[in-house]
């Protein structure tokens, strides 16, 4: 059973760092590219940002670009997002999931909060 397990959303200051995990389990990990999506209350869904199932490749909206650092270890099935310089505009709740996005995959997502 595929399951996602998102972690590590907090509340914080503008300006603060945090790290999320997502760990995977019930699929082969390494073969799947991976993303970071996130939903502010109300919005849609917001693509963040994606790495290769090796992880030698790395894209980013530019939103996260330049503030966030997406990376995996493939040995432990987990996902990280590296998030610096957070703004409110970040507040929003977390999840990861396959490329292409599978519908049977979210999992319950982390809550990040950025406010002063």
């Known amino acids: 059973q595929v399951k996602l397990v998102e972690s590590g959303g907090a509340l914080v200051q503008p300006g603060s760092s945090l790290r999320l995990s997502c760990l995977a389990s019930g699929f082969t990990f390494s073969d799947n590219d991976m993303s970071w999506i996130r939903q502010a209350p109300g919005k849609r869904l917001e693509w963040v940002a994606d790495i290769n199932g090796r992880g030698l490749a790395t894209y980013y909206a530019d939103s996260a670009l330049g503030r966030f650092i997406i990376s995996r270890d493939n040995a432990k099935d987990t996902l990280y997002l590296q998030m610096n310089s957070l703004k409110p505009e970040d507040t929003a709740v977390y999840y990861c999931?396959?490329?292409?996005?599978?519908?049977?995959?979210w999992g319950q997502g982390t809550q990040v909060t950025v406010s002063s």
């Open positions: 999931n396959t490329v292409p996005w599978a519908s049977d995959y």
